[in-house]
Every structure is written in structure tokens, then in C-alpha cells.
């Protein structure tokens, strides 16, 4: 249970510390942002961690990603701008799997963070060492695009 205080009248009664009150707007979105913290912050069924076992899986980030090499390579900028925006911090694991192609592993600290990035990139889900293929949950957030989006997008080499 939280309380959000504001005072829209300050600005208009011309008083000198307006600044440090809330607007109404401003407590609507703070509030909005707080209610929706059990929903961002709840593990969800079937994208599980990858579980113990390798040396290399970091208890600190659990969920593993796995995108295909030539995807990546083709669309680093997209991948890193979008990342960023969203605050998504994706760290490559250096591990590479070869199974009807290269695949390149990401690993996430969250949950949802995880979940975004695979379904934002088609990427797949790792549990062990082995594929899982989840349905997209109904309610799962998609990423944001910066405004300045189409600058990343690479046209095709003419020359």
C-alpha cells in the first residue's frame, strides 16, 4: 500500500517551492508504475532458468537466450540500440552452440528481461543444454523503439 500526495493549485497561488510537489499527472504515473510491480516482478510459468551444472552459467543470471550467429552479426546495431533503450543489459556469454547452425547465448539477470529480448530477436530458450520453445505469453511487454529507429536499420550492400 503506498500513498502518492500531490498539489496542483502551488503554481497557480504563485508560491516560491511549487518545484518540489507533485502535479497530479505526476502521481497518477508513479502510482500506475508501483501497482504494476508484482506484474513485472512475478516469475512466469514455462521460461524457466537454465539451471545449474556448466562452469560458465553464472548464478547471477539464470536465464539463457540463444540467438542464430549470422542474425546477430547482421543486426548488432538494432540488437545493442533497443537493448539499450529498454535497459535490457544482455551480456554475451561467449558460448556458441552448433545445432542446424550457430547460435550465440545471452544471459540475463531477469526474467522479463529475458522474455523480451526473446521474443523482441525470435531467439530460443535454453534449458541445460537443450532448446525449449515457449508459447508468448498474452500479457508480455513489448520493447520500445528510440524515435530515431530507422537510422539503425542497414540497407542491403549496392554496390
Known amino acids: 500500500l503506498a500513498s502518492i500526495y500531490c ?3 502551488l503554481h497557480a497561488a504563485q508560491f516560491d517551492d511549487y518545484t518540489r510537489h507533485l502535479t497530479s499527472d505526476e502521481a497518477r504515473r508513479i502510482a500506475k508504475a508501483i501497482a ?3 506484474e513485472l516482478l512475478m516469475q512466469r510459468r514455462g521460461f524457466n532458468a537454465r539451471g545449474g551444472g556448466d562452469w560458465r552459467w553464472k548464478a547471477s543470471h539464470p536465464f539463457h537466450v540463444a ?3 549470422l542474425y546477430v552479426r547482421s543486426r548488432w546495431d538494432q540488437i545493442t540500440t ?3 533503450f529498454n535497459d535490457i543489459p544482455f551480456d554475451p556469454t561467449g558460448e556458441r552452440i552448433q545445432r542446424g ?3 550465440c547465448v545471452y544471459e540475463f539477470a531477469a526474467q522479463l528481461d529475458a522474455m523480451m529480448f526473446w521474443d ?3 531467439g530460443l530458450w ?3 543444454s537443450e532448446f525449449f520453445y515457449p508459447d508468448r505469453p ?3 511487454p513489448k520493447m520500445k523503439f528510440p524515435p530515431d529507429w530507422q537510422k539503425f536499420i542497414r540497407q542491403p550492400y549496392r554496390g
Open 7 to 9: 498539489r496542483d493549485d
Open 126 to 128: 535454453l534449458r541445460g
Open 36 to 38: 504494476r510491480l508484482p
Open 67 to 69: 540467438l542464430d550467429d
Open 120 to 122: 523482441q530477436f525470435g
Open 82 to 84: 533497443l537493448c539499450k
Open 138 to 140: 498474452d500479457d508480455l
Open 101 to 103: 547452425g550457430i547460435w
